[in-house]
């Protein structure tokens, strides 16, 4: 059973308007969920966290926001640009637990 | 500050041959974890090591991987015999307790073609 799911396997923007990546979670205990981007031929890059306390983190373009009632978190991108092009991986974890339980990935297409 | 270092970073084997991959995680970093990607089943945890003790192995497919960590520095994944359902892109990763967000820092990955 996936724990984590990004249910859309990819995503197209025109550059400079926001993208919005979505991920949902189903159990209740985890406490940090972060973002990775990964480019081809590259490993996974680590771009934001929130934890669980929190609704809502922001770092420069990148916003995570965070609704525990709905197991639902996202991550907008404002404004779009085209090295933002790559595959968005959604992770979560529990405080007590060190490994991170991946989502399938969604690929965003920047369109010039 | 160097990154997590993996080699090769290609490698191309016959069926029936012995892989062996290799990770230098970053220094310092007290936990490691070996992931493999496939375009089937995405990223898998296969195994993870803390302060050089395993952990958790319930992610290796069979017996033929096997992991070792002999010091805080070095980790090998070894197949062995390699078969082409082998064939895959392999990330080292590794993390510091204590953080508070438990994020994992990759390698730029090995891929694995087995013929």
């Known amino acids: 059973d996936q724990q984590v799911k990004q249910n859309s396997p990819s995503l197209s923007v025109q550059e400079g308007r926001i993208s919005i990546l979505n991920c949902d979670y189903t159990?209740?205990?985890?406490?940090?969920f972060l973002w990775y981007k990964k480019y081809p031929a590259e490993g996974p890059t680590f771009l934001i966290s929130?934890?669980?306390i929190k609704d809502k983190n922001e770092d420069g373009r990148f916003t995570v926001f965070l609704n525990k009632s709905a197991k639902h978190l996202s991550l907008h991108i404002v404004p779009s640009q085209p090295g933002d092009s790559a595959v968005y991986f959604c992770?979560?974890?529990?405080?007590?637990?060190?490994?991170?339980?991946w989502g399938a990935g969604t690929k965003l297409i920047i369109k010039p | 500050d160097a990154g997590v270092i993996q080699s090769p970073r290609h490698e191309v084997t016959e069926m029936g041959q012995e892989v062996t991959l290799r990770c230098k995680p970053i220094?310092?970093?007290?936990?490691l974890f070996w992931y493999r990607q496939t375009m089937m089943r995405g990223l898998e945890l296969l195994i993870y090591?803390?302060?050089?003790?395993?952990?958790?192995d319930s992610g290796m497919p069979e017996d033929r991987f096997s992991a070792k960590m002999p010091n805080a520095s070095f980790s090998t994944l070894k197949i062995q015999p390699s078969e082409p359902r082998d064939s895959a892109v392999y990330f080292c990763?590794?993390?510091?307790?204590?953080?508070?967000?438990?994020?994992?820092?990759f390698g730029p990955g090995t891929r694995l073609t087995v013929l």
């Open positions: 990763a590794s993390s510091l307790e204590g953080t508070g967000t438990n994020t994992q820092y």
């Open positions: 220094s310092g970093h007290d936990y």
């Open positions: 090591f803390n302060n050089n003790v395993p952990i958790d």
């Open positions: 159990n209740s205990m985890f406490d940090y």
């Open positions: 929130i934890s669980s």
């Open positions: 992770a979560a974890s529990g405080d007590s637990n060190y490994q991170l339980i």
